[in-house]
């Protein structure tokens, strides 16, 4: 079967799969069956709207993985996958929502006892979205001869430094999220319903930029004003904009599966004394992390510099995070679930890394977000995105 372009090299892949294997022998683990979908892609090329239903890839001790999931989805997958296809094994559809049955039982014993991967130490993404209870037990079960132990995180770490190519979609999604702003800027004004508002943002995010697609995100746009504003995750209605709320508008670019994320703050009218100092506090709070975001420092660096000019300002983030890694990612998050933005983690930072730097402040009744995808350079850190860091005012 004829496949799609792929997105990475087989050799990227190849190398990929050796960062594994090597972590995999640092935490003694024979086989390692992987649910996270997007540790699934970045190990294999794996791209569809299957994660739904039980699908995995199992790394073992030697050659190739292998992919597993739903027979109707095993076509997607000799589309997208750099595997041989004979590593592109699947589970018959009556394993598909019907309990007690589960694909994992499947697993087990028609793909792992054949393949003498069914022993040992066998790492499992215990908090991964998509490792059910019922999957754990189904595996607990049919591997009696094996110890199911936590490797949650693991790929994640793997994924931590991008490659030339995966900066290179970053950079792309970077370009597509700046227009999304744009757009949004354009229209914004008093009585625009807010569902037109998200309309023209997600047909602008899927044109994507300079002939590059734009894909889905793995969060929907969130966009919330006045007194939602004190809610980070709320979405939108068909209610209108008002004149003097503020509305902050946190979207993603994305460009095969890579995320780049930028929020910003709109107000329509006259911006209170509030929006006006916690625009110089986020202004000034991003400059300072910016600028100790470098090879050598530690996530806590940035958290803790961002941290102390906020607090000049009269606010506090406590031990909240104020970021985390991004880069390839599948719903329901855009993070990468591995290190984070916050006093407490010191991970030293390296050349290569990338993160959405995300101070947003949502108080008792209003909130502000503004916020800066970056990447640790030799040199320091660099905004992905080139925009205006301003609170927006339209009067």
Known sequence: MRQQTPSFSVQEYRSRLQKVRAAMVKRQLDTLIIHDPANMAWLTGYDGWSFYTPQVVVVGPSGQPIWFGRHMDSNGAKRTVYLAEENITWYPDYYVMNPPLNAMEYLANQELKPRDWAYGRIGVEMDSTYFTPAAYFALQTHLPNATLVDADGLVNACRAIKSTTELRYMRIAARIV??????????????????????????????????????????????????????????????????????????????????????????????????????????????????????????????????????????????????????LSYPPDWGERSMSLRNSDHTILKAGMTFHFMPGLWLDDWGMETTESLVITPSGGETLCNYPRQLFVKK
Request: proline share 7%; aromatic share 8%; glycine share 10%.
């Open 178 to 327: 700046e227009k999304m702003h744009e757009a949004a800027l354009d229209i914004m004004e008093p009585g625009l319903p807010k569902h037109h508002l998200i309309a023209e943002i997600s047909r602008v995010a899927t044109l994507g930029y300079d002939g590059h697609a734009g894909d889905y995100p793995s969060m929907v746009p969130m966009a919330p004003s006045g007194r939602d504003t004190s809610a980070p995750h709320l979405t939108w209605d068909e209610r209108p904009l008002n004149y003097n709320e503020g509305t902050f508008l946190e979207l993603a670019g994305c460009h095969k599966r890579y995320h780049a994320i930028l929020c910003r703050t709109v107000y329509l009218g006259q911006p209170t004394s509030n929006y006006l100092r916690a625009e110089e506090a986020l202004n000034e709070g991003l400059a300072a992390g910016l600028a100790v975001a470098k090879p050598g420092n530690r996530c806590s660096d940035i958290a803790n510099a961002l941290n102390a000019t906020l607090a000049k300002y009269g606010f506090c983030r406590a031990g909240a995070r104020c970021g985390y890694p991004i880069g």
